[in-house]
């Protein structure tokens, strides 16, 4: 089945201590993606990548980073988490980096509390 | 970059009825629209979507409409039905600097059918 893989689900973390949530597609995407989504703020691009080691910052990357060393796997790193960055994080993928040609393919999202 | 406005924010319809959403967006050279359903506790996925070429696109019951004058398109939703309640979230994908689209979301239509 063709999809895009997010883990963990759901993730409590303290301050400051260093997490990853991983995400992987199956559908051989060059795109990638990371939004989070919050409340009367919809979602919004943290970063992307358009192929292998290339990646590039969205609208809100500060406090975050990202690595493509392979197609299928675009992992969101928090070095430091902060209570600001709980949010619902999507991870999304499309077919190619003309995203005006095809639709993303979300992941089942990654609720994510700092406390 | 890409500015795209959503409204209402919110939406109530007796069952039955029909439904509007409409977004507006800033940039000119965006040519590809797509809408997003996301139900409670899942992702957001795509249901339809339009490019710039064309003004009216339908699929049974959702249709969306575009005015690249106005710069606005909206989603209509005919006959509504419970399996419609869900946050509908617009795009709009415009060119970057670097060769890629970038997709730009609104801020979201929670929209609750009324039995």
């Known amino acids: 089945e063709a999809q895009v893989t997010q883990n963990p689900r759901y993730l409590i973390t303290v301050t400051g201590k260093k997490l990853t949530v991983t995400c992987s597609q199956n559908?051989?995407?060059?795109?990638m993606s990371w939004y989070r989504q919050d409340p009367g703020l919809g979602l919004r691009q943290i970063y992307y990548?358009?192929?292998?080691?290339?990646?590039d910052k969205g609208d809100v990357p500060e406090g975050y980073k990202v690595s493509r060393k392979e197609k299928r796997n675009f992992p969101l790193i928090l070095e430091s988490p902060s209570p600001n960055q709980t949010s619902l994080y999507f991870c999304?993928?499309?077919?190619?980096?003309?995203?005006?040609?095809?639709?993303?393919?979300f992941g089942s999202g990654t609720r994510l509390t700092v406390v | 970059g890409e500015n795209v406005e959503q409204h209402p924010s919110t939406l109530s319809v007796q069952e039955g009825d029909s439904a509007v959403i409409k977004c507006t967006y800033s940039?000119?050279?965006?040519?590809?629209f797509p809408w997003y359903k996301q139900e409670l506790g899942k992702r957001p996925q795509l249901i339809i979507d339009?490019?710039?070429?064309?003004g009216e696109k339908k699929d049974q019951r959702i249709a969306v409409t575009l005015n690249k004058t106005a710069k606005h398109f909206s989603l209509h939703i005919t006959e509504t039905q419970p399996e419609d309640s869900a946050v509908y979230f617009c795009?709009?994908?415009?060119?970057?600097?670097?060769?890629?689209?970038?997709?730009?979301f609104g801020t979201g239509t929670r929209l609750t059918i009324i039995p």
């Open positions: 990548s358009m192929n292998v080691e290339v990646t």
């Open positions: 940039d000119s050279a965006s040519n590809y």
């Open positions: 999304a993928s499309s077919l190619s980096s003309g995203a005006a040609n095809y639709g993303y393919t």
């Open positions: 339009i490019r710039s070429n064309v």
């Open positions: 559908m051989n995407h060059e795109y």
């Open positions: 795009a709009a994908s415009s060119p970057t600097n670097f060769g890629n689209e970038k997709l730009t």
